[in-house]
């Protein structure tokens, strides 16, 4: 702790993840996250932890699904087309409730599309890309400092709710390096296999039977309103988001991730130019900060939503600001990367002659 | 002299696996019906019965719970 | 009296949801059995599959998982791997392990994990109503090869056995048959061995056991037995094609 490394962010989600007592990792290769699969490869032998390179990302998911039903802290990490193979699994795991994370390094779609960072895994992520009523709690950092910070979280709160939590992130900040600074180790010689776990009856006074199974439909709507009170519990206590430059702001850029990070850029510059614009970044975009934007929607003239996509958050955002401002949109598609300038310069064509 | 094969016939599904794998011809399909509506088998020779356990071994519901052999009358 | 045979206590009271001669109550059986023989009951997790056996946990009593379809072996490697204490099985039926299961059930195998898996056999798609499996035999009917099974459409019939005895990971492979007493005892002794290859950590273990469906074949639980010894048995033939040492 207090100590500062120059790390790449694929490898300091490893680290974070490590230190945050994942006890097993199960992965396949794919661009843009290798890095992260392969510090595992090296650093989890060396605790005596689990590393294995799965046979596919479908394969993955349910290794993942396995060790989670025995409430070992165990983790995934992939990107988009790898992720979109597993999607079947978050729907299992989900109608489990057993605990794991994932790890979404974004990259351009659809299809096979390309590897550079995108944030076009919104909607699977936050509206589910598997079947079914289920919902992820989803984190978005928007720097490598951040993505590790937050790794200690999504454990803590996977477990806390036994839910899969997403971490998303994208290409760039898996490929960039930056300076990070760890959390304390967790002491993993605390951790107790949970009551609730599939390791074999033992001393228990009755077997455990984990499946998302429920053949009766009045049985399975119980299942699902369980979920949904689950759900609710995450809705009222874990929404995080971050507010910058909002306390006068007259006009608030929405964002997520790494285009915040360059948002945040584009609010020094117009605050420069004497323009009161501030920033609202989502941290958890699920369960994503509704009440906090509708507050704003009191507050300012009009929204300005920038993504590396075609639009995803922007529907939450306008859901939440329910028509009483307008919202407005711009975004890159395919993997591009919108820079400060290039995003100032829609805004001001927005104020237009209002300004 | 008690029953060497015990079947509940509750949990008879009337397949006949076990009628065709007994070696002594000491099971049939009886005319009794159960709750499901099946036909259970049953020993009705008891005396004839080898306690081979083949039965037991084919019944794919273990309907037939066990299987006993008289023990030898000592001298 | 002598006690000679009873039904194990790691087989539950429930009624089983299979079809009137079906084998699956036979297998359950003898899994059930030897978990008892073996003192393994309370130490293991069985990985149950989609299909008719989907429900199987409400028949033999131990900690258990329901997978994805085809998922079981990777599932109960995901278990076996943090788990390692744990005796860790799946059931899985030819849909599940030899279709869409073909990848996870491979690698499995060729890492060498450490589970055993029962695979069921009995040539098509018993919950879904009867279609084409991989294990359907050339000729066979079924509701998605109306006119028989023909090589030049649908390939061949799967042996999956012969396919991972070839690979070094695997500590045992074997294939028995459920349609006799003598074939049951005899099943009984591979699974045993099949068990003993995980508890012994010498690797990866299977056993397939040719299996009837009597429903979808349309024929009586006598017939379907008798169809195992005709048809099937002689295109997948019982044996032990991977037998490690300290198996026995």
């Given at each position: 702790?207090?100590?500062?490394?120059?790390?790449?962010?694929?490898?300091?989600?490893?680290?974070?993840?490590?230190?945050?007592?994942?006890?097993?990792?199960f992965?396949?290769?794919?661009?843009?996250?290798?890095?992260?699969?392969?510090?595992?490869?090296?650093?989890?032998?060396?605790?005596?932890?689990?590393?294995?390179?799965a046979?596919s990302e479908v394969a993955s998911i349910n290794m993942v699904y396995g060790a989670a039903c025995t409430g070992?802290?165990v983790?995934t990490?992939s990107?988009?087309?790898?992720i979109s193979l597993m999607q079947e699994g978050f729907s299992y795991i989900a109608n489990s409730n057993v605990p794991c994370v994932v790890?979404?390094?974004?990259?351009?779609?659809?299809?096979?599309?390309?590897?550079?960072?995108?944030?076009?895994?919104?909607?699977q992520a936050?509206?589910g890309g598997g079947h079914g009523d289920y919902h992820s709690?989803?984190?978005?950092?928007?720097?490598?400092?951040?993505?590790?910070?937050?790794?200690?979280?999504?454990?803590?709160?996977a477990?806390?709710y036994r839910i899969m939590v997403v971490?998303?992130?994208?290409?760039?900040?898996?490929?960039?390096?930056?300076?990070?600074?760890?959390?304390?180790?967790?002491?993993?010689?605390?951790?107790?296999?949970?009551?609730w776990a599939t390791?074999?009856?033992?001393?228990?006074?009755?077997?455990n039977i984990i499946t998302s199974l429920e053949i009766?439909?009045?049985?399975l709507?119980?299942m699902n309103?369980a979920l949904?009170?689950k759900?609710?519990?995450?809705?009222?206590?874990?929404?995080?988001?971050?507010?910058?430059?909002?306390?006068?702001?007259?006009?608030?850029?929405?964002?997520?991730?790494?285009?915040?990070?360059?948002?945040?850029?584009?609010?020094?510059?117009?605050?420069?130019?004497?323009?009161?614009?501030?920033?609202?970044?989502?941290?958890?975009?699920?369960?994503?900060?509704?009440?906090?934007?509708?507050?704003?929607?009191?507050?300012?003239?009009?929204?300005?939503?920038?993504?590396?996509?075609?639009?995803?958050?922007?529907?939450?955002?306008?859901?939440?600001?329910?028509?009483?401002?307008?919202?407005?949109?711009?975004?890159?598609?395919?993997?591009?990367?919108?820079?400060?300038?290039?995003?100032?310069?829609?805004?001001?064509?927005?104020?237009?002659?209002?300004? | 002299?008690?029953?060497?094969?015990?079947?509940?016939?509750?949990?008879?599904?009337?397949?006949?696996?076990?009628?065709?794998?007994?070696?002594?011809?000491?099971?049939?399909?009886?005319?009794?019906?159960?709750?499901?509506?099946?036909?259970?088998?049953?020993?009705?020779?008891?005396?004839?019965?080898?306690?081979?356990?083949?039965?037991?071994?084919?019944?794919?519901?273990?309907?037939?719970?066990?299987?006993?052999?008289?023990?030898?009358?000592?001298? | 009296?002598?006690?000679?045979?009873?039904?194990?206590?790691?087989?539950?009271?429930?009624?089983?949801?299979?079809?009137?001669?079906?084998?699956?109550?036979?297998?359950?059986?003898?899994?059930?059995?030897?978990?008892?023989?073996?003192?393994?009951?309370?130490?293991?997790v069985i990985v149950w599959p989609v299909g008719?056996?989907v429900f199987?946990y409400?028949?033999?009593?131990?900690?258990a998982v329901e997978a994805a379809h085809g998922r079981a072996c990777a599932m109960a490697t995901g278990i076996?791997?943090?788990?390692?204490?744990?005796?860790?099985?799946t059931?899985q039926?030819?849909?599940d392990?030899?279709?869409i299961g073909?990848?996870e059930?491979?690698?499995?195998?060729?890492?060498?994990?450490?589970?055993?898996?029962?695979?069921?056999?009995?040539?098509?798609?018993?919950?879904?109503?009867?279609?084409?499996?991989?294990?359907?035999?050339?000729?066979?009917?079924?509701?998605?090869?109306?006119?028989?099974?023909?090589?030049?459409?649908?390939?061949?019939?799967?042996?999956?056995?012969?396919?991972?005895?070839?690979?070094?990971?695997?500590?045992?492979?074997?294939?028995?048959?459920?349609?006799?007493?003598?074939?049951?005892?005899?099943?009984?002794?591979?699974?045993?061995?099949?068990?003993?290859?995980?508890?012994?950590?010498?690797?990866?273990?299977?056993?397939?056991?040719?299996?009837?469906?009597?429903?979808?074949?349309?024929?009586?639980?006598?017939?379907?037995?008798?169809?195992?010894?005709?048809?099937?048995?002689?295109?997948?033939?019982?044996?032990?094609?991977?037998?490690?040492?300290?198996?026995?």
């Open positions: 702790m207090g100590e500062k490394v120059l790390m790449k962010g694929a490898e300091a989600i490893a680290e974070a993840a490590i230190r945050a007592g994942c006890m097993a990792f992965g396949y290769p794919i661009t843009p996250q290798n890095e992260t699969p392969e510090y595992f490869s090296r650093r989890m032998p060396e605790l005596g932890r689990v590393f294995l390179q046979e070992t802290r983790i990490t990107s988009s087309p790898g790890v979404n390094a974004m990259r351009g779609g659809p299809g096979l599309g390309d590897i550079a960072p995108a944030q076009a895994d919104y909607f936050t509206k709690i989803v984190l978005a950092p928007h720097t490598i400092q951040e993505t590790a910070d937050l790794m200690f979280d999504a454990f803590d709160l477990d806390k971490v998303l992130v994208d290409g760039l900040m898996g490929q960039m390096m930056e300076p990070v600074e760890f959390k304390e180790w967790v002491d993993v010689s605390k951790f107790k296999t949970p009551e390791v074999g009856q033992g001393d228990r006074k009755e077997r009766l439909p009045e049985g709507e119980k309103l949904q009170e759900y609710k519990k995450i809705k009222e206590n874990e929404v995080r988001l971050e507010e910058y430059e909002m306390d006068d702001a007259e006009y608030a850029l929405t964002a997520f991730g790494t285009v915040a990070r360059i948002a945040k850029t584009v609010v020094d510059m117009a605050r420069a130019d004497g323009i009161k614009l501030g920033l609202i970044r989502p941290i958890t975009v699920w369960p994503f900060p509704e009440k906090e934007i509708a507050k704003r929607a009191e507050q300012v003239k009009f929204f300005f939503d920038v993504e590396m996509n075609e639009g995803q958050m922007l529907e939450d955002v306008k859901l939440a600001v329910n028509g009483k401002k307008p919202v407005h949109y711009y975004g890159r598609l395919g993997g591009v990367v919108p820079t400060a300038e290039e995003i100032y310069g829609e805004f001001k064509k927005l104020l237009g002659g209002k300004e | 002299m008690e029953k060497k094969v015990i079947i509940n016939e509750e949990r008879c599904k009337s397949c006949g696996l076990c009628v065709s794998v007994c070696p002594k011809h000491v099971l049939r399909i009886s005319d009794r019906i159960n709750s499901k509506g099946y036909h259970p088998a049953e020993l009705f020779d008891n005396e004839g019965c080898i306690s081979c356990g083949f039965c037991y071994i084919i019944c794919p519901d273990m309907a037939i719970q066990e299987v006993r052999r008289p023990e030898p009358v000592k001298k | 009296m002598k006690l000679i045979y009873k039904k194990p206590d790691a087989i539950t009271e429930r009624d089983t949801t299979y079809c009137p001669g079906c084998p699956h109550g036979i297998a359950h059986r003898l899994v059930a059995e030897l978990l008892e023989e073996m003192d393994l009951v309370k130490k293991t008719c056996s199987g409400y028949f033999i009593a131990t900690d076996k791997r943090v788990h390692p204490e744990s005796f860790v099985m059931y039926g030819d849909g392990l030899a279709s073909i990848a059930t491979v690698h499995a195998a060729a890492r060498g994990e450490r589970i055993s898996v029962v695979y069921i056999n009995n040539g098509n798609y018993g919950m879904t109503g009867g279609q084409m499996a991989p294990t359907t035999l050339i000729g066979q009917v079924t509701t998605t090869s109306p006119y028989g099974r023909k090589p030049e459409l649908n390939g061949f019939p799967m042996h999956v056995p012969e396919m991972l005895a070839a690979l070094d990971g695997p500590a045992y492979i074997a294939r028995a048959a459920l349609d006799s007493p003598q074939h049951i005892i005899q099943a009984k002794k591979f699974l045993k061995k099949a068990f003993t290859a995980q508890v012994k950590n010498l690797g990866f273990s299977l056993v397939e056991l040719v299996s009837a469906c009597p429903t979808n074949w349309k024929m009586t639980p006598v017939e379907a037995m008798e169809r195992i010894r005709k048809e099937v048995l002689p295109v997948f033939p019982i044996g032990e094609f991977k037998v490690a040492k300290g198996v026995e």
